[in-house]
C-alpha cells in the first residue's frame, strides 16, 4: 500500500518564552484509500496537525512526504499548488462565498490550479452530483441548511479529486442528524476509495474511522480499540 | 511552462524561475520531468486518484483571466457598496475634469469674445532713443508700405507721421464770413495711401489719395470728418481747394470714419510724399499695419527686420496680447482652486477606499484562509485585493469622468459656450483613478495578505 502521507519525526514549536511544542515528534503515516480519524480534545495540538498535514503550516523538524514528495523542500508556491491539487479541506464553518451560487463555490476550488480553466463548471456539477446536490446548482448558500452547505463544502474539496481529504470539525456546526448524514458521506466517499483524515474532539465522529489516533499535548498514541 | 487553453499565460505574479522539483529537488522521492497529466473528464471519479509519484510538483497559478473574474464579482456582489465605496473618487475625478474642461471652455469664451480689430493690429515705432536733439532720425524707410506688404499675413500697411506745421492755419477757400471764423489750426498727418486700408477707414466722399498722387507729389488732401464740418466742406465733386499756410491743396476726398488712429477724424491727410518736400518731414514717426487673424506675433517680429535689416532693433513693434497667453493666464486663475479641490476630494475618495477594503479585508479573513487552503500564495491574496481596489478607482475614474464631462457640457449649455475638452483629458482622467485605487489598496492588500489562513479558517465564516 504506498502511503498518501508520511510523518518522519515531525515536530512544531512555536517561538516564545517559553518556547510551545505544540506536537512533539511524530511518526505518522496514512495509506492510500484509509480512513483516518485524529481526535483529541482542544490545545491538544489537533489544530498544529491539521495546518502540518494541510501544508499550511511547515515543520520545525522532521520531514513530511505528501505523496511522495518531500514537501519541507518546496517553494511557497509549490507548496500552494500541493495544497491546490492534492489536498481538499473541509472545514467546521464551511466557508462558502454567500455571494456567489452553489455551483460558483465549488467552481473557486479550482482558480488557483494551473490546468483547469476548461470544463471547469462541469466538473463543479459532477461533484456536486456525488454528494447529491444536482438540484441546488444555482441556489445561493444562505438559503442552504446547514448539513447542505457542509456538502457543498465537500463537492468544493473533491473537485480538485484530492489525494488526501482533511476534514477540521466537519460535524461541529451541524444537528446529530446532519452530522450524521456528512459522516456517512464520508464513509461512501472513503467506500470509494478516496483517503479521508477527519480531525475532531468528538469520540463519535472519530469511532465511525476506519482507524483512530488519539493526540494529547502534542502526543499522538494510537487507539486500539474503540469504544 | 504552458499556456493554458485560454491562451493566458499562466506564469503570472509569481516570480521567476521557480526551480522545477525533478531535477534539482534532493527529496529521496524518484520523480521525473513528466507534465502532469490531469483528465479534463466532467467526472470526478475516485476511482481515477492521480499517481502519486512519478510527477512533478504542481505550483499554484492565478491566471488573469480568473484575477479579472474574481474582481468582477468582488465588485458586482454589492453594487451600492462598491458604488458608495467609489463615490469620493468618482467626486474627486469628475472635480478634477470638470475643473480643467471649463477652464479650458471659458478661457477659449475670452479668447473669442477678444476684440478681432485689436488682435489684428500691429504698429511699428522706433525705439525711445532713436531721437537726436531735434532732429528726427528713424530707421523706418519711406517705403515701409512696399517692404511690409510683400510679408506673408500682412493685409494692407502705412505710414503715419503728424505734420509740423510751425502753427500755420488752415482755411477753404469760397466762403468768405466776415462774422464767422474761417481759419483754423487743424492738425496735418502724412500718410502713405496703404494707411487709409490699414487703419480701415471707409469713406463718406470722393476718394483716397494712391500710389500716383503720392509719387507726384501731388497737392491733395484727404479731410477727416472733424476737419470737413469745421472747413465747411462737405462734398468733393466741386473740387474744393484748402490752404494750410500760402500752400493749397485739393481736397479729394473725406472719411466717414475709421477703426483706427481716431486721430485721423479731425486731421487734414496728405501723402507723405509732398510731406517730405512742403513740410520738410523728414522721418517716418510710425508704421501702421494691418495683419491676418493669428499673424500678429509673426509680424511682430518680421516687421522690423523687414524695414532696417541693418537695425531692426532700432524699432519696436506693438502687438496685441497673444490668444494663448490670454488663455494660459485666465486658466491658471481659474484652475489653482478648483484643482486643489479635486485632489483633496481624490485623498478623501481614497482615504474612503482604503476604509472600506480594509474592512472587507476583515469581513474576509474565512474567504482568505479559504483562499489560501485552496492553493492561493501570499502574494495571489495581495493581488487579488489590490487588483479589487484598482478596479474600483478606475470605475469610480471611469464614472467621475462621465460626470465631469456632463458638467462642463451642461455649463457651457446654460451659458451659452462651446464646450471645450483637451482630447487625453477622458484618457487620463480614469487612470487617475485607478492609481488612486491603487495606492488606497496597497496597504489593505498586505493586511489581507499577512492573514494567518490558520487563524482565518477558525473563525466564524
Known amino acids: ?227 | 511552462m504552458t499556456l493554458l487553453p485560454g491562451g493566458v499565460d499562466p506564469e503570472d505574479f509569481e516570480s521567476l524561475g521557480q526551480p522545477q522539483a525533478p531535477n534539482q529537488d534532493p527529496t529521496p522521492a524518484p520523480t521525473e520531468p513528466i507534465p502532469q497529466q490531469k483528465t479534463a473528464s466532467a467526472n470526478p471519479g475516485l476511482d481515477t486518484p492521480p499517481p502519486t509519484d512519478e510527477e512533478q510538483v504542481p505550483q499554484s497559478r492565478f491566471a488573469w483571466r480568473d484575477l479579472l473574474g474574481e474582481m468582477l464579482l468582488a465588485l458586482t456582489a454589492r453594487p451600492a457598496r462598491t458604488l458608495l465605496t467609489a463615490l469620493g473618487t468618482i467626486l474627486g475625478v469628475a472635480a478634477l475634469v470638470a475643473t480643467l474642461g471649463l477652464a479650458k471652455t471659458a478661457g477659449n469664451q475670452i479668447v473669442s469674445r477678444f476684440d478681432e480689430l485689436e488682435a489684428t493690429q500691429v504698429s511699428v515705432e522706433p525705439q525711445q532713443g532713436a531721437f537726436e536733439s531735434n532732429r528726427q532720425t528713424s530707421a523706418i524707410p519711406w517705403d515701409a508700405e512696399d517692404r511690409l506688404t510683400r510679408l506673408n499675413g500682412v493685409t494692407a500697411a502705412g505710414t503715419i507721421t503728424p505734420v509740423e506745421t510751425n502753427n500755420q492755419l488752415t482755411r477753404s477757400v469760397p466762403v468768405n464770413d466776415p462774422l464767422g471764423q474761417t481759419e483754423f489750426q487743424i492738425p496735418v498727418v502724412a500718410t502713405s495711401p496703404g494707411l487709409f486700408q490699414a487703419a480701415r477707414a471707409q469713406l463718406f466722399t470722393g476718394r483716397f489719395f494712391d500710389e500716383g498722387h503720392n509719387e507726384r507729389g501731388d497737392q491733395v488732401a484727404v479731410l477727416g470728418p472733424g476737419a470737413a464740418r469745421r472747413l465747411n466742406i462737405s462734398r468733393v465733386d466741386n473740387s474744393p481747394a484748402i490752404f494750410i499756410g500760402d500752400e493749397s491743396f485739393a481736397v479729394v476726398g473725406i472719411i466717414a470714419d475709421t477703426a483706427r488712429k481716431p486721430e485721423l477724424l479731425n486731421a487734414i491727410i496728405v501723402p507723405d510724399g509732398l510731406a517730405k518736400d512742403r513740410f520738410q518731414l523728414e522721418a517716418v514717426s510710425e508704421v501702421l499695419i494691418d495683419v491676418e487673424v493669428g499673424a500678429a506675433e509673426l509680424i511682430g517680429i518680421q516687421a522690423p527686420v523687414a524695414l532696417a535689416p541693418n537695425s531692426p532693433e532700432e524699432l519696436r513693434a506693438a502687438i496685441p496680447p497673444s490668444p494663448t497667453r490670454v488663455r494660459s493666464d485666465v486658466q491658471s486663475d481659474v484652475n489653482a482652486l478648483f484643482l486643489i479641490l479635486g485632489g483633496v476630494s481624490l485623498l478623501v475618495g481614497a482615504i474612503g477606499i482604503a476604509n472600506v477594503t480594509l474592512v472587507s479585508v476583515l469581513e474576509r479573513t474565512g474567504e482568505i484562509g479559504l483562499r489560501r487552503a485552496m492553493g492561493a500564495t501570499r502574494r495571489h491574496v495581495a493581488v487579488q485585493f489590490l487588483g479589487e481596489s484598482v478596479a474600483l478607482g478606475g470605475l469610480a475614474g471611469l464614472l467621475g469622468t462621465s460626470l465631469g464631462i456632463l458638467t462642463v457640457v451642461v455649463v457651457s449649455a446654460t451659458r451659452e459656450w462651446s464646450p471645450i475638452l483637451d482630447s487625453w483629458l477622458p484618457f487620463a482622467a480614469p487612470a487617475v483613478g485607478a492609481a488612486t485605487g491603487l495606492l488606497a489598496g496597497t496597504y489593505p492588500a498586505w493586511k489581507a495578505a499577512s492573514t494567518e489562513p490558520i487563524a482565518a479558517l477558525r473563525g466564524s465564516a
Open chain 1, 1 to 227: 500500500m504506498t502511503a498518501v502521507v508520511e510523518l518522519q519525526q515531525v515536530s512544531r514549536t512555536f517561538p516564545g518564552t517559553p518556547p510551545v511544542e505544540a506536537l512533539k515528534p511524530t511518526d505518522l503515516t496514512i495509506n492510500k484509500g484509509e480512513y483516518l480519524a485524529i481526535v483529541g480534545p482542544s490545545g491538544s495540538g489537533k489544530s498544529t496537525m491539521l495546518h502540518l498535514l494541510g501544508l499550511l503550516d511547515t515543520p520545525t523538524k522532521g520531514t513530511y512526504f505528501l505523496d511522495g514528495t518531500d514537501t519541507g523542500a518546496l517553494s511557497e508556491r509549490e507548496r500552494a499548488g500541493m495544497r491546490s491539487a492534492r489536498i481538499g479541506f473541509v472545514f467546521q464553518a464551511f466557508h462558502l462565498l454567500s455571494h456567489r451560487t452553489t455551483v460558483e463555490n465549488v467552481m473557486l476550488a479550482e482558480v488557483y490550479r494551473p490546468d483547469s480553466s476548461t470544463g471547469r463548471r462541469e466538473r463543479a456539477i459532477a461533484a456536486l452530483e456525488m454528494v447529491g446536490l444536482a438540484h441546488r446548482l444555482d441556489a445561493s448558500p444562505t438559503t442552504l441548511s446547514g448539513g447542505e452547505r457542509q456538502r457543498v463544502a465537500v463537492a468544493r474539496a473533491l473537485v480538485s479529486k484530492p489525494s488526501l481529504l482533511l476534514a477540521d470539525e466537519p460535524t461541529g456546526n451541524l444537528d446529530t442528524t446532519t452530522g450524521n448524514q456528512i459522516m456517512a458521506l464520508f464513509e461512501e466517499l472513503h467506500g470509494a476509495g478516496l483517503t479521508l483524515a477527519v480531525i475532531t474532539h468528538d469520540d463519535e465522529v472519530s469511532s465511525r474511522a476506519q482507524r483512530q489516533v488519539r493526540i494529547r499535548d502534542g502526543v499522538v498514541d494510537p487507539v486500539v480499540a474503540a469504544s
